[in-house]
């Protein structure tokens, strides 16, 4: 295990090929390099750790010994083949940076949800991360814990903290902040414009905990960087016209990707689309990528549909991440499109399978 003098790694035990996967990372980043990230179970586990005890939402959630015992056990489990590689995660909420600004929490099996905040919005006071909030302090114990059982073995990314737009969404709730872009429009820029100011207090509080001996982090979405690396996203695009867009998502958003080094966004759904000529206008971002509405149902992103919707993206300047690809529609999709600038995640049924897909896409490096 190679660590610098301050304790970050630079290899992962569970990742022999972690220095190559690296390299692809930065220059995929640059559009100048192929990503292919490929999952399967192993065939001899890590180490046989045990499964976490059954527990309450609560538990499943926010405790940072279940969560990292969780992670341990999959990734001990898991092959991670091409450029993929072991990741712990610390998400919780669907945009946890609302649960740190005072929103309860709604807890599910499958997610947590943020419950908007009480009062009118001209009394609010302004927007800052509660320390004392449960969250907060789980979601910070959770990377301390993560990065200490590391030893090595995986790299640890910070909660999807989320911005923009879709926190201030999560603080007022969807139906009445799409009324206040009309009734109080002012009122949402200056709020999405503090929202800007918590997410870089709050990612720098995670920075300090979880980057590595490159300066580096991991992020929700498997990404990885050598600098400060993210997802952005705005779900919310989704509930208004492309002028709203740019007037209120794209200013923020913009100063956003000039303060991260490395920023890929999340472009959710076909009523997204409409917004993509915006997006490849910001200079600072880096890549964006594609979740069909469908993939929750059996979508997949390598489906030919589309490839015109990746081809404009490279076009624009940007890389481009297709999630969801299936093991037979990697190559196809290589033959369409290249590979400079391509990030294709996918999986396969068994280690010998998915080593014979990585050996297939060496070819379009």
């Known amino acids: ?40 179970p192993r065939r001899v586990v ?26 341990e056990h999959h ?26 600004l005072g929103c309860e929490t709604r807890l599910s099996p499958d997610t947590v949800w943020c419950e908007p905040l009480a009062g009118e919005p001209e009394d609010w006071p302004p927007l800052a991360i509660d ?13 301390r814990c993560a990065v200490s059982e590391s030893r090595g073995r995986w790299l640890v990314s910070m909660p999807d903290l989320v911005e923009n737009l879709d926190i201030v969404s999560a603080l007022r709730g969807p139906q009445r902040v799409v009324m206040d872009l009309v009734d109080r429009p002012e009122w949402v820029l200056d709020r999405i414009w503090q929202v800007n100011e918590q997410f870089k207090m709050a990612f ?8 590595d001996g490159y300066g580096g982090n991991a992020f929700v979405f498997d990404l990885w960087g050598p600098g400060k690396t993210a997802k952005v996203q705005c779900d919310a695009a989704a509930m208004i016209s492309p002028a709203m867009f ?30 993509l000529d915006a997006l490849l206008e910001i200079p600072g971002l880096s890549a964006i990528e594609w979740t069909p509405r469908r993939i929750s149902v059996g979508d997949s992103g390598g489906h030919p549909r589309h490839w015109d ?20 529609e990697a190559l196809p999709m290589l033959d369409a499109l290249g590979g400079d600038g391509m990030y294709i995640q996918t999986w396969a049924e068994s280690e010998e399978a998915g080593e014979a897909l990585v050996e297939r896409v060496a070819a379009y490096r």
């Open 75 to 100: 990734l001990s489990r898991t092959w991670h083949g091409g450029d993929a590689f072991p990741l712990v995660g610390t998400h919780s909420a669907a945009g946890d940076l609302a649960s740190y």
């Open 1 to 40: 295990m190679a660590l610098t003098d301050a304790g970050r790694p630079t290899e992962l035990r569970w990742k022999c090929d972690w220095a190559a996967a690296r390299r692809h990372h930065e220059a995929w980043w640059r559009q100048q390099g192929l990503v292919l990230s490929v999952t399967a």
């Open 131 to 143: 320390a004392d909030s449960a969250p907060w302090r789980a979601h910070l114990a959770m990377a």
């Open 204 to 211: 720098d509080a995670f920075f300090a905990i979880i980057s």
């Open 46 to 71: 890590w180490c046989d750790v045990p499964p976490p005890p059954p527990a309450d939402l609560e538990t499943r959630w926010y405790d940072p010994r279940w969560r990292v015992q969780a992670a």
């Open 246 to 275: 740019r007037r209120f998502v794209v200013p923020a958003l913009s100063a956003q990707c000039d303060w991260l080094d490395f920023s890929m966004f999340h472009l959710d759904g076909e009523d997204a689309v409409r917004h």
């Open 309 to 328: 919707l990746y081809r404009r993206i490279l076009a624009g300047g940007k890389s481009v991440q297709a999630v969801g690809v299936r093991p037979d």
